[in-house]
């Protein structure tokens, strides 16, 4: 598999609902959350088995170039792909495949993750790489679907269709973030997973399809140069949307497969709950659903529930869960009044 298929890491974002800690300055993919590596650590890991340091890919932002030079030493210069402005995920994918294209690998496998992802077993992650990879190969979109637990309204969701062979599925409708009734219909119906936002795919074929239900961006895509770093003023001019809107909801040829292992995205605080992230000593009476992370205080809990208490050298957050999804407002908030924090 070595010199057939390519990792690409999509390290941009800025992580506001993981505010304060994430940052401007450090996002959440290049902190220690779970463990002595950080997010973009572990992610580039589970590619060992499957392709080498070569052949993996980083699209980040161009203020993190030396941190990511930093966590991983090894990435080659050719293999940094930094924007000069964030662009979502279609232009992302789209440029890492133009460069693989250009650089005669057309036909060779790209492996697009994102990098706060938190998976269980690296072994069933390169697993379930190894079954989407013939599928891929003869020209499928191919993603991954998670097996869900529970009734979950922060995912988009994969409809099961047809079976295309053992343990590969023909993706019958993408859901959006439904509600807990409908979530719930979902699960006990077994045909659904959550959508990991995890791809494998010919570089070759991905130009194509962009190309076909984009034609803008892959045209703007076209006039960039070869530069690791593009003119800001042309990569600000493609098409901001995600590859799941502009692509994969429209094409007839994306199936699934379903995925081997445990996975979380830490997107928010109570989310990171689920993954054992937090710092700090913890006295707890009376509480539960509850995450702490501070510089290694004692925090005393009492009587309270879905709550968030993070601390840092400059901000104490106290938080409900049902307010996480608004924590992105707070930090557009700061961003004229206190931009140091943010």
Same mark, same amino acid.
């Given at each position: 598999m070595e010199s057939s298929l390519f990792g690409v890491i999509?390290?941009?974002g800025r992580g506001t609902r993981f505010w304060p800690l994430s940052t401007r300055k450090l996002p959440k993919q290049f902190l220690r959350l779970t463990g002595d590596r950080t997010m973009l650590q572990e992610t580039a890991s589970r590619f060992e088995g499957?392709? @080498?340091?070569g052949e993996i890919m980083v699209v980040t932002g161009n203020d993190h170039r030396d941190t990511v030079?930093?966590?991983?030493?090894?990435?080659?210069?050719?293999n940094l792909l930094l924007e000069p402005s964030g662009r979502n995920t279609a232009a992302?994918? @789209?440029?890492a495949a133009k460069t693989l294209v250009e650089r005669g690998c057309g036909s060779d496998l790209m492996v697009v993750v994102p990098s706060d992802h938190v998976i269980d077993s690296p072994d069933g992650f390169r697993s379930t790489i190894l079954e989407a990879a013939q599928p891929a190969k003869d020209g499928k979109l191919v993603t991954i679907g998670i097996i869900p637990d529970r009734p979950a309204t922060g995912y988009g969701y994969l409809e099961k269709g047809k079976s295309f062979g053992e343990g590969v599925y023909e993706v019958s409708s993408f859901r959006e973030k439904p509600g807990l009734e409908t979530a719930s219909v979902y699960l006990s119906s077994g045909r659904y997973f959550w959508n990991a936002g995890m791809f494998i795919w010919r570089a070759d074929v991905i130009m194509a399809e962009i190309a076909r239900y984009l034609p803008g961006l892959s045209e703007e895509l076209r006039k960039l140069g070869t530069e690791t770093c593009p003119d800001p003023v042309k990569y600000s001019a493609l098409q901001s949307i995600s590859i799941d809107c502009g692509v994969m909801e429209k094409a007839d040829n994306v199936v699934m497969v379903p995925a081997q292992f445990e996975w979380n995205d830490i997107g928010d605080w109570p989310s990171a709950r689920r993954c054992g992230v937090g710092r700090g000593e913890v006295l707890s009476i009376d509480s539960e659903n509850t995450t702490v992370w501070n510089g290694g205080k004692l925090t005393v809990l009492m009587g309270v529930k879905d709550v968030s208490i993070v601390e840092?050298?400059?901000?104490?957050?106290?938080?409900s869960d049902e307010y996480s999804q608004r924590l992105r407002k707070v930090v557009d908030g700061l961003e004229d009044t206190k931009p140091d924090l943010v």
């Amino acid at each position: 598999m070595e010199s057939s298929l390519f990792g690409v890491i999509m390290a941009g974002g800025r992580g506001t609902r993981f505010w304060p800690l994430s940052t401007r300055k450090l996002p959440k993919q290049f902190l220690r959350l779970t463990g002595d590596r950080t997010m973009l650590q572990e992610t580039a890991s589970r590619f060992e088995g499957l392709c @080498g340091h070569g052949e993996i890919m980083v699209v980040t932002g161009n203020d993190h170039r030396d941190t990511v030079i930093e966590q991983l030493h090894w990435i080659r210069n050719e293999n940094l792909l930094l924007e000069p402005s964030g662009r979502n995920t279609a232009a992302c994918i @789209g440029w890492a495949a133009k460069t693989l294209v250009e650089r005669g690998c057309g036909s060779d496998l790209m492996v697009v993750v994102p990098s706060d992802h938190v998976i269980d077993s690296p072994d069933g992650f390169r697993s379930t790489i190894l079954e989407a990879a013939q599928p891929a190969k003869d020209g499928k979109l191919v993603t991954i679907g998670i097996i869900p637990d529970r009734p979950a309204t922060g995912y988009g969701y994969l409809e099961k269709g047809k079976s295309f062979g053992e343990g590969v599925y023909e993706v019958s409708s993408f859901r959006e973030k439904p509600g807990l009734e409908t979530a719930s219909v979902y699960l006990s119906s077994g045909r659904y997973f959550w959508n990991a936002g995890m791809f494998i795919w010919r570089a070759d074929v991905i130009m194509a399809e962009i190309a076909r239900y984009l034609p803008g961006l892959s045209e703007e895509l076209r006039k960039l140069g070869t530069e690791t770093c593009p003119d800001p003023v042309k990569y600000s001019a493609l098409q901001s949307i995600s590859i799941d809107c502009g692509v994969m909801e429209k094409a007839d040829n994306v199936v699934m497969v379903p995925a081997q292992f445990e996975w979380n995205d830490i997107g928010d605080w109570p989310s990171a709950r689920r993954c054992g992230v937090g710092r700090g000593e913890v006295l707890s009476i009376d509480s539960e659903n509850t995450t702490v992370w501070n510089g290694g205080k004692l925090t005393v809990l009492m009587g309270v529930k879905d709550v968030s208490i993070v601390e840092t050298d400059s901000v104490t957050l106290i938080m409900s869960d049902e307010y996480s999804q608004r924590l992105r407002k707070v930090v557009d908030g700061l961003e004229d009044t206190k931009p140091d924090l943010v």
